[in-house]
């Protein structure tokens, strides 16, 4: 069964570190690419972060750049995003998800249940 | 950034009824469209990829069609475990945008 399973949220002081992993079984983690998604409570969906299979391509969205550093770690099946400088607006679910990238098509087909990350002092 | 706006935000229908969601994007973005359902309390689930192709284990009373700038989601005959709030994404470019989401509630 394919299974992505994240840890490391909790609450945290605005300024302040956590990092998030996410456990991949089921699937061979090392030749998808994957993407941490989050949502704020109450909101709607957010792309975060991409990274590439081997981990040499990763992309962000505006409003993490610099302060997030998504990678992983293909030996363990396993994927991490470092978050560093955390506001109040970061509060949010965060999903890892593994991302399908085809010659047509490029889409988000499994997700794990989440960890929350709440940046409050 | 690709905007990507839903219409209507919300929905009020009936089993078995027929209801379709819009989702309109900034800029043309080919087939690279995808449709994801997400239940209270549960990770969100593809339901559609590239605009009109059905993810495994979905059944078929869902379907997506439209190109470029223009897409639709339908569910042919709502089910009690169809009310749920449904997203767009665009993923022809970085970021990758989602839209507002639609909520679709029971009559």
């Known amino acids: 069964e394919v299974q992505l399973v994240e840890s490391g949220g909790g609450l945290v002081q605005p300024g302040g570190s956590l990092r998030l992993s996410c456990a991949a079984s089921?699937?061979?983690?090392?030749?998808?690419?994957m993407t941490w998604v989050r949502q704020a409570p109450g909101k709607g969906l957010e792309w975060v972060a991409n990274?590439?299979?081997?981990?040499?391509?990763?992309y962000y969205v505006d409003s993490v750049k610099g302060r997030f550093t998504i990678s992983r770690d293909n030996a363990k099946n396993s994927l991490c995003l470092q978050m560093n400088s955390l506001r109040a607006e970061d509060t949010a679910l965060y999903y890892c998800?593994?991302?399908?990238?085809?010659?047509?098509?490029?889409?988000?087909?499994?997700w794990g249940q989440g960890t929350f990350v709440t940046v409050s002092s | 950034d690709i905007q990507m706006t839903q219409s209507p935000s919300s929905l009020s229908a009936s089993p078995g009824d027929r209801v379709t969601i819009t989702c309109r994007a900034s800029q043309s973005i080919s087939n690279y469209l995808n449709w994801y359902q997400q239940k209270a309390g549960q990770a969100p689930k593809l339901l559609i990829y590239a605009s009109s192709s059905l993810q495994s284990g979905v059944p078929s009373r869902f379907s997506g069609d439209g190109f470029g700038t223009d897409f639709t989601l339908s569910i042919s005959s709502l089910q009690p475990e169809d009310f749920a709030t449904y997203y767009c994404q665009q993923s022809r470019y970085t970021p990758i945008t989602f839209g507002q989401g639609t909520r679709l509630e029971i009559k």
């Open positions: 998800a593994r991302r399908v990238v085809r010659g047509g098509d490029d889409e988000f087909d499994t």
């Open positions: 990274i590439d299979q081997g981990g040499s391509g990763t």
């Open positions: 089921g699937f061979s983690f090392s030749t998808y690419w």
